[in-house]
Nanobody
Framework: QVQLVESGGGLAQAGGSLRLSCTASGLTFREYTMAWFRQAPGKEREGVSCISWSGGRSLYGSSVKDRFTISRDNAKSTLYLQINNLKPEDTAMYYC?????????????????WGQGTQVTVSS
């Protein structure tokens, strides 16, 4: 049974930082492209970032580029998202997701496995 468990969310002030983690089990982590998505209340799900199975390639959504950094530790089966210079508009539920293959995309439809999410709330 595949499980993706996110952690690291919480309440933070604008300008601060958070690091989200996603620990995977039940799959061969190094064989999966991983991604972070987010969804704010009343808004559509947004692709934040993705990273190839080796970590050698990554993509970022235009609204988070230069502030977010995705990384992975295949030995620990863990995906990370470093968020710097938090903004109130970053407030959302953040989800990690996994897909087979090496092609990194920010379309949620391409991802097979999803976590339950971790809430990030940024106060101004």
């Amino acid at each position: 049974q595949v499980q993706l468990v996110e952690s690291g969310g919480g309440l933070a002030q604008a300008g601060g930082s958070l690091r989200l983690s996603c620990t995977a089990s039940g799959l061969t982590f190094r064989e999966y492209t991983m991604a972070w998505f987010r969804q704010a209340p009343g808004k559509e799900r947004e692709g934040v970032s993705c990273i190839s199975w080796s970590g050698g390639r990554s993509l970022y959504g235009s609204s988070v580029k230069d502030r977010f950094t995705i990384s992975r530790d295949n030995a620990k089966s863990t995906l990370y998202l470093q968020i710097n210079n938090l903004k109130p508009e970053d407030t959302a539920m953040y989800y990690c997701a996994a897909k087979g293959g090496s092609y990194c995309v920010l379309s949620g439809d391409a991802y097979v496995y999803w976590g339950q999410g971790t809430q990030v709330t940024v106060s101004s």
